[in-house]
């Protein structure tokens, strides 16, 4: 039987690697390595203010899926999927985070316990305050503080991008911090009193909101007064435009 051969050209680079006198990079899902999906306010953020620290990962895998047969007679794929990616793209993350006010490390994982009710992945966010955020089965991130908790962003990196907004808003010239007794029904409210402002999505959640026009930055959050009814909601201003604040005399 005849066989067929092919010529194939080496580069010289291809060449080494086939020798073994190079080694060949793998790419890194880690979100300082791959910030595909974040803004560029927020990578360059991350690559100012963060780092990779090593941490435990817990029970992964076939270990993870025995642990979960045993506590809830099932094995939940989903959940499974969802912390693998977390810890592919976070585990080891940290920065000084001024949602959280706190340095912030995260350390996802999963520990099926039998006294509770259903599984989530634990300490996605860890702080050295009473607070700190755990992630549903399907990625949305739980902040809590104390025994109280409320799912807040939909993903982690809104976490992120939240953060580098504030980053970006410490810069402005001038800075006021108003409290209001009531719950505001959303960002509309706030661009009735400053029309110029528009939502940033990607750095909002549930119970706080950015807004910015480029010159002047509003941040809302209720979420403390949510989840403790302990601190009333606070509208955070910065601003390069000073008119902006007698809005808020």
């Given at each position: ?21 190079l ?65 592919a793209?976070?585990a ?5 985070s ?6 912030v ?8 316990d ?5 599984d ?11 607070c ?21 962003f ?32 959303g ?12 939502p ?35 509208i ?14």
């Amino acid at each position: 039987m005849r066989g067929l051969w092919a010529i194939v050209e080496l580069s010289e680079h291809d060449a080494w690697v086939a020798r073994g006198f190079l080694e060949v990079a793998v790419p890194s899902d880690f979100v300082m390595d791959s910030p595909q999906g974040l803004s560029h306010r927020a990578t360059a953020f991350l690559a100012q203010h963060a780092a990779r620290v090593e941490v435990d990962s817990g029970l992964t895998g076939d270990a993870l899926r025995t642990a979960l047969e045993s506590v809830r007679g099932a094995v939940d794929e989903v959940l499974i999927q969802t912390l693998e990616g977390l810890q592919a793209r976070y585990a080891g993350l940290t920065y000084p985070s001024r949602f959280f006010d706190s340095v912030v490390t995260f350390v996802p994982v999963c520990e099926p316990d039998p006294y509770e009710d259903e599984d989530e992945i634990s300490y996605v966010v860890e702080t050295d305050r009473d607070c700190g955020a755990s992630a549903t089965r399907t990625g949305e991130l739980v902040v809590s503080e104390s025994t109280d908790s409320t799912i807040e962003f939909g993903s982690v990196d809104a976490l992120i991008e939240s953060d580098a907004m504030f980053e970006a808003a410490v810069h402005r010239s001038a800075h006021r911090a108003v409290y209001v007794d009531k719950l505001l029904a959303g960002p509309a409210d706030i661009m009735e009193w400053v029309g110029s402002v528009r939502p940033v999505g990607p750095a909002s959640g549930r119970w706080t909101w950015w807004l910015t026009d480029g010159t002047t930055d509003i941040f809302y959050c209720a979420i403390w007064y949510e989840l403790t009814k302990m601190s009333l909601p606070c509208i955070k201003i910065w601003t390069d435009n000073p008119d902006v604040l007698q809005v808020f005399d």
